[in-house]
């Protein structure tokens, strides 16, 4: 079974100028973070609900060589989305600035707290005894990369 990288993308991979989302503009070590991941054989998915967030991000990345998927947790069971593409959820890492983290949590995911976006106002959010739930808290997306690549 595989790897997988399940990434929230707005606030993770990407921001927006704005408050809203329009105008994303790809964080700088994001394409440098998944070239990376996927060098390691790790299944790159951006979990979000619309299919035209999926697509920018494609376009934003402009390197054809990096497979990255797209699932939308709405329409497609995450069980059934991990039995088509072989993933083990268990040994697979969601990296987030918050969004989405206790869905992942329920599954068995490991989770990767990354401090763009809203990361530093989740990690605030938490009580101390509760940092026990992140595999890792990193800098930005790069640096979750290298924290999962590490983690054996």
Known sequence: MR??????GCG??????????ENPELYPETLWALRFLNRRDFLLVLVTPEFQEYKWLVSALKDKTIAIFHWDMGKIDLDYFADIYDINIEESYFITDGLYQKFFQEKGCKIVLVLTGRGVQTLNSKQSKDL????DIS??????????ALDK
């Not at 790897?3 to 929230?8: C, D, E, P, V, Y």
């Open 12 to 21: 993770t991979a990407y921001t927006s100028i704005d408050a809203s989302r």
């Open 3 to 8: 790897k997988a990288i399940f990434i929230s």
């Open 139 to 148: 800098k930005n997306i790069y640096a979750a990369a290298f924290s999962v």
């Open 132 to 135: 026990s739930e992140y595999a």
